[in-house]
């Protein structure tokens, strides 16, 4: 079974930064893409970045720039660097499988807070 723990979030000035973790268990890297998603108050869940088997990474238009998604194979570890960030990256951020629709279960995911 797919056991996703995400960590790292936190409460954060307007400009400032945050480094997310996901340590993941049953999911082999070199076979699956991974992917941060988030969950803003009162909105739908919303892929912010991948990571595929192979290591390309692509990233929403609203994030590109500022957030950057690795991986730590040995680890099984999947990362978010976040800088610049602002109040509308406010939400709950959880790492899975991508895409989206072969989710089984989600983590607890971890509140991100933006702050002006």
């Known amino acids: 079974q797919v056991q996703l723990v995400e960590s790292g979030g936190g409460l954060v000035q307007t400009g400032g930064s945050l480094r997310l973790s996901c340590a993941v268990s049953g999911v082999i890297f070199s076979i699956n893409d991974m992917a941060w998603y988030r969950q803003a108050p009162g909105k739908q869940r919303e892929l912010v970045a991948v990571?595929?088997?192979?290591?390309?990474?692509n990233y929403a238009d609203f994030v590109k720039g500022r957030f950057t998604i690795s991986r730590d194979i040995a680890e099984n570890t999947v990362y978010l660097q976040m800088s610049k960030l602002e109040s509308e990256d406010t939400g709950v951020y959880y790492c899975?499988?991508?895409?989206?629709?072969?989710?089984?279960?989600w983590g607890q995911g971890t509140q991100v807070t933006v702050s002006s």
């Open positions: 990571i595929t088997r192979t290591g390309t990474t």
């Open positions: 899975n499988k991508f895409p989206q629709y072969i989710v089984a279960n």
